[in-house]
């Protein structure tokens, strides 16, 4: 008999068919107010899950009592509560092979676009402001042999500073829990405390998971460390900033201005101050949002769970002590 599962994400159809060579599916496109009950009811009788994060806080799972694993088709696991799933013997399973490098790609294209200011001067030139040559005021700041300070060298951070050292001769600064010593041979990269990259780096590009810790990491304190003519490139979480303090420090000059993908809120509200500055660069948390590898990422998450349902076999599980109960 197949095992039941809920997908609760759009996938191509020849990934549809493969899931339901494999499982009974119930397929939800996305999950609101109006189909939650719908959805839960499915849950509660499935063995298996499979979507972009969580769209139901874990605590309403306690009645999923058949549930063994959850394949999410994002690297961040930040959406569920590890520890309940944990409790319950609920396997978590994660990817980021698919997105490392297309993260990193977004990540370099807003460092890019904030540095040379790509998307403010397109809006002048299609105002009609371009009148003349360009001066001073439109002016940008150099990317190449600058100071690229990265928070987070896990596989996302690494790919950013391998296109900052190998693409652009950027010094490399880092903070992680551990050293990276693949990455200072690499990249001649520099291990680092967070105030010395802050002080020290021109771009500051933060690839931290979010967590306990790295929660509001980034504050009105560590705004005021960074130079005046710095770039914050965030392609993390949005919680890991201090929205309002950036915000202050974009309008006040304390940095120079910033990229963003994510923010504390998403969507983001219509009533974000940052929406009236010029000098922030505002992505909808595209990180991953390319057709080829939002694809690969749902075939990625889709192996997993057959692998885990149909043959036994794990990988990329975020909660290992919940395998075997
Ligand atoms: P990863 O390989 O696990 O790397 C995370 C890095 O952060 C590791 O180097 C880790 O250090 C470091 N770290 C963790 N906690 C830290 C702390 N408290 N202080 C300093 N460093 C810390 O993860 P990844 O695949 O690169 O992804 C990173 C994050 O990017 C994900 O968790 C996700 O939230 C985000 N993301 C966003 C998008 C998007 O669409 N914008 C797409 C993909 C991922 P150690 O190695 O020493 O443990």
């Not at 990259?197 to 960074?226: H, N, Q």
């Not at 963003?260 to 948390?285: F, G, T």
């Amino acid at each position: 008999m197949k095992s039941k599962i809920v997908l609760y994400h759009p996938v191509p159809q020849s990934l549809r068919d493969e899931l339901d060579a494999h499982f009974e599916v119930t397929a939800f496109d996305k999950v609101t107010d109006s189909n939650r009950a719908e959805f839960l009811a499915a849950v509660f009788e499935a063995e298996g899950l499979i979507g972009m994060g969580l769209p139901v806080p874990t605590s309403e799972l306690s009645g999923a009592t058949k549930l063994m694993v959850i394949a999410t088709i994002t690297a961040g696991y930040d959406a569920f509560d590890v520890a309940e799933l944990t409790a319950r013997k609920i396997v978590l399973m994660n990817l980021f092979d698919p997105l490392t490098e297309t993260t990193a790609d977004l990540a370099f294209a807003l460092i890019m676009a904030a540095g040379r200011r790509i998307v403010e001067l397109d809006r002048k030139v299609r105002l009609g402001q371009w009148l003349k040559p360009v001066e001073t005021p439109w002016f940008g700041l150099d990317i190449h042999g600058k100071t690229l300070g990265i928070v987070g060298m896990g596989r996302i951070g690494g790919a950013i500073a391998r296109r900052g050292a190998l693409g652009c001769g950027m010094s490399i600064l880092y903070t992680a829990r551990s050293p990276k010593p693949e990455a200072e041979k690499a990249y001649s990269a520099k291990h680092c405390e967070l105030e010395e990259l802050l002080r020290e780096s021109d771009y500051v590009c933060l690839a931290v998971p979010l967590t306990a810790e790295t929660k509001g990491l980034i504050g009105e304190r560590e705004l005021g460390m960074m130079k005046k003519t710095a770039i914050l490139v965030n392609i993390a979480r949005g919680p890991v900033v201090d929205e309002k303090a950036l915000a202050q420090a974009l309008q006040n000059g304390t940095i120079y201005g910033a990229g963003l993908d994510v923010y504390e809120k998403e969507p983001l509200p219509m009533d974000s101050p940052l929406l009236a500055l010029d000098n922030v660069i505002l992505a909808p948390h595209v990180g991953s949002a390319t057709t080829q590898t939002r694809d690969a990422m749902a075939a990625y998450a889709a192996e997993s769970l057959i692998g885990y349902l149909c043959k036994g076999v794990s990988r990329n599980v975020v909660n290992p002590e919940a395998l075997g109960g």
